[in-house]
């Protein structure tokens, strides 16, 4: 038991903390979230985020606090932007194994444990300086913690859930409360057990005082900094907006919540349909059938927004986890050989086949990175742990052949953080442009620019002016903005020139950087 405990404890630690500081901060949502803390620090304001200067809306403060206490520590760069991110990633797997070894067993608690570690996708969400980290560590925390008092009657339990859910409201809103509400109602109806006593049990009017204890000074203090502007702006462009919109394209069918699970838990997921089999055939059990309800209950609420990304139904991976590791557990107990799981471990050989194929002409074609198309081929490692799990698997060694597969995506997401993304990530935009761009020189954009800049540069990006494009003189001055952008300006002095154009990674405009000493600008 301890021996496995201590082998989770050291994967967590490598995988979550793979190279967070040797990666440049470069997506768009990361750039924002790390340098609104920043400036939250510099200007010494613990209530009014900002972004390049000006209020942003966008989300609530907890990860900016977390943020500026690792500036603090480290100073202001990638590690500490993603320090927390990485702090909350372990403590989440820790939690979820603690608590199914709790009301499950050994076996389901490590094999769920497994399931999440290899996932790509929830590693990578815990190596990004964005809220969605805290909101999963916290509202998984409050579930684990509501579900322990539920089972145990322990009164110190319900009052560390409710303040995980306040935490959670002040990670990224009302969605928190909404969640967690729904699943505590809907678990007590599937048990019976929704009745008056068992709601007066939960203390609902303690918990909610106890939640806005914890997260209403913080939003009635910056509603009145702002004139309100901030509370409008959350509330009805980024909650109700998203909600009932598909904002910045990032639409789609009520299928896609349940895709982004699925793709989500790979390599595992390919167990999904059985072990959704196999709760429906032990549903008795309560923790289970709380597990699934976290998962039924974040899939639809997601699946009914407008916009759809794939970090949404991320609070659910640990408890699909435990439905899955469960299963695995079950069924990778016992010596035989069975038809069903041939079929599976066929149709994962052929997908492991496809994933180094597909990034090979990923980083060709789309990424218009050619020259390192041959990356593609450390991910040659899950195939070869595909083939060697079916070998062993057909030899009756079923924990041997998972083992071979949770090691092989193990290995490739360690490579894939200390091999792969850094020679892509050192062809990004930023990390080529900032090579041209003086940051004590005057630096301006025109009409939008990638918002990584911000954080390189550390101050003000301001929109360039009338003033700025008739000034004459010896001043550096660095204009950034976007090729499609760049038939609106017309040029009168002869050095301006652009120094850097390049396409964007994942989006579809090009970055382009102009430089002028002395410089002119106007326009005709």
């Keep these: 038991m301890q021996v496995r405990l201590i082998v989770l404890v050291v994967l967590s630690l490598v995988l979550f903390t793979a190279n967070i500081g040797g990666l440049s901060i470069f997506i768009l949502d990361e750039a924002k979230n790390s340098t609104a803390a920043r400036e939250m620090l510099d200007r010494g304001n613990l209530i009014v985020p900002t972004f390049n200067a000006e209020l942003r809306t966008d989300k609530p403060p907890l990860h900016y606090y977390f943020m500026m206490v690792a500036y603090k520590i480290f100073g202001v760069n990638e590690f500490a932007a993603r320090f927390f991110s990485a702090f909350f990633g372990i403590l989440t797997v820790l939690s979820t194994y603690l608590f199914t070894r709790r009301f499950i067993h050994e076996d389901a608690a490590f094999w769920t444990a497994l399931v999440i570690l290899t996932s790509l996708q929830f590693v990578t969400q815990f190596h990004l300086a964005v809220p969605d980290p805290y909101l999963i ?175 949404y139904p991320a609070p659910a991976f640990p408890f699909a986890a435990i439905l899955i590791g469960f299963y695995l557990s079950q069924s990778a107990s016992g010596g035989l050989v069975n038809l069903k799981w041939k079929i599976i471990y066929g149709i994962y050989i052929l997908i ?132 499609k952008h760049m038939p609106e300006l017309h040029f009168t002095e002869p050095r301006f020139q652009v120094v850097y154009q390049n396409k964007e990674f994942f989006e579809s405009y090009h970055t382009v950087i102009l430089y002028a000493d002395p410089q002119v600008l106007s326009y005709k």
Aim: hydrophobic fraction near 55%; charge should be positive.
């Design 352 to 483: 492991s086949i496809a994933i180094p194929i597909a990034l090979y002409l990923v980083i060709e074609d789309t990424m218009f990175l050619p020259e390192l198309k041959n990356l593609a081929f450390w991910f040659l490692l899950i195939p070869l742990g595909a083939i060697v799990g079916l070998v062993l698997y057909l030899r009756k060694l079923p924990k041997h052949s998972l083992i071979s597969i949770a090691g092989s995506w193990i290995a490739t997401i360690i490579i894939f953080y200390y091999v792969v993304f850094p020679e892509i990530d050192s062809k990004n935009t930023t990390v080529q442009a900032m090579k041209v761009i003086d940051p004590k020189a005057s630096v301006f954009y025109y009409k939008k620019y990638n918002p990584s800049f911000s954080f390189y540069i550390h101050k003000p990006i301001l929109p360039i002016s009338d003033s700025i494009l008739n000034h004459k003189g010896s001043e550096k001055i660095f204009l950034i903005t976007m090729k």
């Design 137 to 311: 560590f916290f509202f998984s925390s409050a579930m684990f913690l509501g579900y322990y008092f539920y089972a145990e009657k322990k009164t110190y339990g319900l009052f560390l859930a409710y303040a995980c859910i306040g935490l959670a409201i002040l990670t990224k809103g009302p969605v928190a409360l909404i969640l967690s509400g729904a699943v505590f109602v809907l678990f007590l109806l599937s048990q019976k057990n929704f009745n008056l006593k068992t709601i007066q049990a939960f203390r609902p009017l303690t918990g909610i005082a106890l939640m806005l204890l914890i997260c209403i000074p913080w939003y009635i203090a910056v509603h009145i900094l702002t004139d309100g502007a901030w509370t409008t702006g959350f509330f009805l462009k980024h909650n109700v907006g998203r909600f009932t919109n598909a904002m910045e394209g990032h639409g789609g069918n009520f299928l896609l919540i349940p895709l982004f699970i699925i793709t989500g838990l790979f390599p595992f997921s390919i167990f999904i349909w059985p072990a959704i089999r196999s709760y429906f055939q032990n549903r008795m059990n309560p923790f289970l059938s709380f597990a699934a309800v976290v998962v039924v209950v974040v899939t639809v609420f997601f699946s009914f927004s407008g916009t759809k990304l794939p970090s």
